[in-house]
């Protein structure tokens, strides 16, 4: 297997379990706080490292701030096996945050204070490409400022890298931005933003896919959460069934999708064999608690998938 970088955002989440959001001016008691790391970037950079060959082959890319929190989600990330020599960390700001609202069904309502990753910049697209000679995959997100994340596109681009990018948060993003990427995960919701399309069905995932891969994008892989996901790319057009699962926590789902795919990817797997590698891998997270902790070991993975098989 080829290493994994992730460029991305790093956030400590702070979770509140609720029966319902409050109104306006309202205060509605939670049942349940507490904290994890999180953040897209790095909850994929663990999704990926829970279910990667080897030690090390995968590398965060990123910023934290001079706090408890950063000191945290370093800590967490390296004893994940992480390889975090290409985390800076940035004196006189606050790490990331999120705030987590999730619903006893597992929906989730999330605000995020970005902090420390809203100073990424060429240090890191520079970071990124310096790791890439022994890269198979490049996995981005929309959390930190678009011109670190469209430098280090172009950059594993010419390298030969694949670059899988999550389109979240959704985001005015300048003309060309996805010309270079290989494989486009929206979300239901995302997907629905970027194409004019209302999804409700495969039908309708199909569309929006075909619409969004026409502006260029090599492959586009829609998910429907609980639904399966659509992939569309040269030659395939299909519907791939979801894991059935109790559903806890939704909030870490697609992340733990991207990490999958992209150790799937980087391990030389075909698309649609890696694309079930992701769904397998939110599955598991779906089911748990928490962003990072709820990951998938390998173990777990692979003998989800092999229970769909049998």
């Not at 609720?18 to 909850?43: D, H, V, W």
């Not at 290409?86 to 597992?106: E, N, Q, Y």
């Not at 990018?165 to 629905?192: C, H, I, K, W």
């Amino acid at each position: 297997m080829k290493d994994v970088i992730v460029l991305g955002g790093l956030n400590m989440d702070l979770i509140v379990e609720t029966p319902r959001l409050a109104g306006p001016g309202e205060t509605a008691e939670g049942t349940r706080f507490y904290t994890t790391p999180g953040g897209k970037g790095g909850n994929q950079a663990v999704a990926a490292a829970r279910i990667a060959e080897s030690p090390g082959s995968v590398k965060m890319v990123g910023r934290v701030g001079d706090d408890g929190f950063g000191e945290q989600m370093a800590g967490f990330l390296k004893s994940e096996d992480i390889d975090i020599s290409l985390l800076s960390k940035t004196d006189g700001i606050a790490s990331g945050i999120a705030a987590i609202f999730i619903l006893p069904d597992g929906e989730n309502h999330v605000n995020p204070v970005y902090g420390a990753n809203g100073l990424c910049d060429r240090q890191q697209s520079s970071d990124v490409e310096g790791a890439l000679s022994t890269a198979g995959v490049l996995l981005c997100q929309q959390e930190i400022p678009l011109p670190a994340t469209k430098a280090s596109i172009d950059a594993a681009v010419k390298a030969g890298v694949v670059v899988v990018l999550d389109p979240a948060p959704v985001r005015d993003v300048p003309d060309g931005f996805y010309d270079s990427v290989t494989v486009l995960t929206p979300n239901q919701g995302e997907a629905s933003a970027m194409s004019g399309i209302d999804i409700t069905d495969a039908v309708s995932a199909r569309s929006a896919a075909v619409a969004i891969r026409n502006v260029g994008i090599e492959t586009v892989i829609v998910t429907l959460g609980d639904q399966g996901a659509w992939v569309e790319s040269d030659g395939i057009s299909e519907f791939l069934d979801p894991f059935v699962v109790p559903v806890v926590a939704s909030v870490a789902a697609g992340d733990a999708f991207n990490g999958g795919l992209g150790v799937g990817l980087a391990s030389g797997m075909e698309l649609l064999d890696a694309a079930l590698l992701g769904m397998a891998s939110g599955a598991i997270c779906v089911s748990r608690d928490g962003a990072q902790e709820a990951m998938g070991s390998k173990t777990e993975v692979l003998a989800l998938m092999d229970s769909k098989t049998s």
